[in-house]
């Protein structure tokens, strides 16, 4: 099946500083990727939609200047965690449309990150 | 917006067969997924099912349709102890190629 890798897998930094994580498909193009947010013990939620070339649209309640996406190439997207605080600890996940696949996505392994 | 709901934990024994159920709201959905989410690992698509389908069938996943009560469930048949995970359902809903998940499902495998 297809493959997206996102990177780093895990990763600690200070409150105030910033963390971009990476996502990419390895194996075929996608002009949409999404990134969601996973809370323990709660399900995944939406974030934004990344769309290549374009700006990304955020879902509401979302701060678009605290979680920048950049969507630069057809496989990759970056989600940037700016001035990232304690609450902003979480688990990242991104997910890439396969073209022509219709609505079938596919994940990446996810980020943990650890504000301290 | 669509809403999808899950019981939160299920334990079996192996080699029982395992039913996770779901909910959904938005009637319009026209795929309905199962996600498998493994300890420290990303999501795997399991299986889809279209909305004009009551039923498929995948090996040892059965998904069972019924649009009129808007209720998903998958079967796993004989569960293994590498089935033990977090199993989510998912419906698009909200907007275009927009996807809302579920709470999740832990389920925990007894040898």
């Known amino acids: 099946g297809a493959v997206v890798s996102q990177h780093p897998s895990w990763v600690i930094c200070k409150s105030g500083t910033s963390v971009k994580i990476e996502c990419r498909s390895l194996d075929f193009q996608a002009t949409t990727m999404f990134w969601y947010r996973q809370f323990p013990k709660q399900s995944l939620m939406l974030m934004a939609t990344s769309n290549e070339g374009s700006k990304a649209t955020y879902e509401q309640g979302v701060e678009k200047d605290k979680f920048l996406i950049n969507h630069a190439s057809l496989t990759l997207s970056t989600l940037t965690v700016t001035s990232a605080h304690p609450e902003d600890s979480s688990f990242y996940i991104c997910s890439a449309l396969l073209p022509a696949h219709g609505t079938e996505a596919f994940f990446g392994q996810g980020t943990r990150l650890t504000v301290v | 917006g669509e809403d999808v709901e899950q019981s939160l934990f299920l334990s079996v024994r192996e080699g029982d067969s395992s039913v996770i159920n779901c909910t959904y709201t938005?009637?319009?959905?026209?795929?309905l997924y199962w996600y498998k989410q493994e300890p420290g690992a990303g999501l795997q698509l399991l299986t889809y099912i279209f909305s004009n389908m009551d039923m498929k069938q995948d090996q040892r996943l059965t998904v069972l349709l019924n649009k009129k009560d808007k209720h998903l469930s998958l079967r796993i048949a004989d569960t293994q102890t590498g089935d033990s995970a977090i199993y989510f359902c998912?419906?698009?809903?909200?907007?275009?190629?927009?996807?809302?998940f579920g709470t999740g499902t832990k389920l925990q495998v007894i040898p």
């Open positions: 938005d009637s319009s959905s026209t795929y």
């Open positions: 998912a419906a698009p809903g909200g907007g275009y190629q927009k996807v809302t």
